[in-house]
């Protein structure tokens, strides 16, 4: 015995994600996530896929979750994911997720659920009437990035928890079946001034698919005009803009508002204020409208242009879901050899 450490993780680094289709996407998961997908195809393999199996850990309409898997599709396509360099795919169309996240289920411990603050938050205080599902939707996300043995995972910072929780699972995964370096303990992308973009209506809210006033948010699909009034609405205060940064703090719709326009031009929020130092809103709104309908407007109208004949999309999800089967077979057949399954 030694008492090296083990050699690091030696697999190929690999990106994965995914969007639950489950409500419009806005400019939360766009700065978060999706800018971040169709940058990172270029530099490693990448997998990205609609999230339909914890879509319905909350209550889906059966006859339109097809549509809805359809629609996170053209956003990705929209947003610059391309089918010939990245596989897309659709989650339930590769049973190999849920097959793991079985195994997962009996690695996780209850206490490491408990503490999942997102559930919390979306269980509120009825968390007797939520589904199983909703209480294990973590591990089935560990599942999702580790069948794939991705390294990289581009997420917002909500879910950071959910990506602590996959590095647990997999280390005991490998150290309770004696099989040091299988599963690689991934990495959480959120930096960038977009992983944690706020309600246009209250600072202090996360913009969110389920916030009930469509004013919070600026959809993936608002035209021109919603885009602009939506910023033109947006919640501020009475105060210019300093200029810098730390002066921000304690005014939190300010910050927000800034952090969107560095994020949207791929700015820091520093520079962003070096050139509106001194300026109120009444100046600021308009160049923000200005720039969010420059960068969104032309997404939702491709969305709706491949939306109109979703054949391709369709097909595209087709050959993903054959490839991304291919990738997660020879894994999922290793787990069972190293579980001891009669299957394996
Ligand atoms: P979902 O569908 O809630 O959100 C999709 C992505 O958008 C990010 N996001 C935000 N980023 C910045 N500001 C916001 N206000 C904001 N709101 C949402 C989220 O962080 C996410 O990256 N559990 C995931 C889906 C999932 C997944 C996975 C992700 C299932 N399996 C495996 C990565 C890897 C979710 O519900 O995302």
Redesign the pocket.
């Known amino acids: 015995m030694t008492d090296q450490a083990p050699a690091p993780y030696a697999g190929k680094p690999r990106v ?7 409500g419009d ?10 800018v971040k997908f169709a940058r990172l195809q270029h530099e490693m393999e990448t997998f990205i ?1 609609v ?1 339909d199996l ?1 879509a319905i850990t909350a209550w889906q309409d059966p006859a339109k979750l097809k549509d809805q898997v359809r629609e996170i599709a053209a956003a990705y396509l929209a947003t610059g994911l391309d089918p010939k360099v990245a596989t897309i795919f659709a ?1 339930s169309a590769v049973p190999a997720h849920a097959e793991l996240a079985w195994v997962f289920n009996c690695v996780a411990r209850l206490g490491w659920l408990d503490r999942m603050t ?1 559930f919390k938050d979306k269980a509120g205080k009825h968390k007797e009437r939520e589904s199983v599902g909703l209480y294990t ?2 591990v ?3 599942a ?2 580790l069948i794939y043995k ?1 390294t990289h ?7 950071r928890q ?2 602590e929780l ?1 590095r647990d699972i997999a280390a005991k995964f490998n150290h309770d079946f004696g099989a040091p370096n299988f599963f690689p303990l991934p990495d959480a992308l ?1 930096q960038g001034p ?6 246009l209506r209250d600072g202090s809210a ?4 389920s916030d009930p006033s469509d004013n919070s ?1 600026i959809n993936l699909t608002d035209d021109a005009d919603t885009i602009a009034q939506k910023v033109r609405k947006a919640r501020t205060d009475a105060e210019v803009l300093p200029e810098k940064l730390e002066d921000l703090k304690g005014r939190a719709e300010a910050e927000n508002l800034v952090g969107v326009y560095a994020a949207l031009s791929g700015r820091t929020a520093q520079d962003v204020l070096t050139e509106f130092a001194g300026q109120g809103f009444g100046a600021f709104k308009p160049k923000l409208a200005d720039l969010a309908v420059s960068v969104m407007a032309p997404i939702g109208g491709e969305m709706r242009r491949m939306l109109a004949d979703p054949a391709e999309i369709d097909r595209i999800l087709t050959a993903g879901a054959e490839h991304a089967r291919e990738v997660a077979a020879p894994t999922l057949a290793e787990v069972k050899r190293i579980v001891g399954f009669w299957a394996g």
């Open positions: 994965l994600s995914g969007v639950q289709p489950s996407l806005h400019l939360g998961n766009y700065l978060g996530a999706l896929f999230a914890h989650q997102q939707y973590p089935l996300q560990a999702d990035i991705a995972v581009p997420v917002g910072e909500d879910q959910h990506l996959t959120t977009g992983a944690r973009i706020m309600s996360k913009m969110s698919k948010r």
